[in-house]
């Protein structure tokens, strides 16, 4: 994919859903939008792999037990 220079914000809002489309559709592999002549933000497409952040971590836990019963063992606290 070839490389474009940033583009301002004003062009990026009149653009907007074509600009879209060309990420989406892998035609570029970002945007970058300048405000006052800098980088200000970047459009990237949304990974399709990518799970779902709510759940992501579903069964890496185990159950040890009642949390709310008393530990077992002597527990010392550290002092400086």
Do not use: N
């Amino acid at each position: 994919m070839d490389e474009f220079p940033p583009i301002t914000a004003v062009r990026f809002k009149g653009k907007c859903l074509e600009l879209c489309d060309e990420v989406h559709d892998r035609k570029r592999s970002c945007i970058v939008i300048a405000q006052r002549e800098k980088p200000y933000t970047k459009l990237i497409p949304i990974d399709e792999k990518e799970e779902p952040f709510h759940g992501c971590l579903s069964g890496l836990t185990t159950y040890s037990g009642d949390l709310t019963e008393p530990t077992r063992g002597d527990w010392e606290a550290l002092h400086d």
